[in-house]
């Protein structure tokens, strides 16, 4: 048996399918292959397949970690070229490397997810970078800044939790021309998250302005990272 990591990236033809589809495309794509993909035990075996965080609706990426295990040793390489001839445009596998099985799930271990959001346009604001500049320091300056959780039961009130200490980073670049284009480290992974969707339409609220909500940026996800001896490091680091 043999365990395998990849990076993978997640361009524009692609952008819109949920994590459900994709997790299909690549199922799909690994039968095609006759790669000798390993499958759970149990009533509804499936195969072992995981994606380290799924993608938003609608967002691109350009260093996607996944995993894959197999019934029998496959080399990186032969992963790589095989699996790759099955893909779609717009998905497409940039490494691979072979994992210890006791190594933790890519699940388990992300912690962040470095985002880049890019101002499609922003006709009926004015002072766009300005106007930025000053929404997002308020923004960042505030103690709280609430997101409602769905209640896992039917009938129970909605909770809302604070996620500001999910947001690690946030700063606007590009501000001497070009499009407005804002760098978001969020935290991500098993111990709590927040979306960056959530964080823009926070900004556009804050600003006033319907030209500043989420759907008006493209965006792309550039990195995931974990913890190591307290800092954060790309998760795709060594691929």
Known sequence: MSRISFIFSRSS?????????????????????????????????????NLALPLPLGVTASNEPGEVSFSEDVLPERFLQTLGNQLPDGLQLLGAKELDQGVP????????ALYRAELKSAAGCESTIKTLQDALKKLLEREEILAPRSAKKKNKAVKYI???????EAELKNITGGPAVLRLLLKAGSQGGISPAFLLEQLALEINCEAYRANRWNLHRECLYITNGGALQPLSEGM
């Open 13 to 49: 033809p692609l952008a819109y399918l949920s994590h459900l589809d994709l997790m299909r495309l690549f199922i799909r794509a690994l039968r095609r292959s006759k790669l000798p993909v390993a499958y759970s035990e149990g009533f509804n075996p499936h195969p072992r397949l």
């Open 105 to 112: 799930s890519l699940a388990a271990i992300v912690s962040a």
């Open 162 to 168: 604070n996620v500001r200490p999910f947001i690690i």
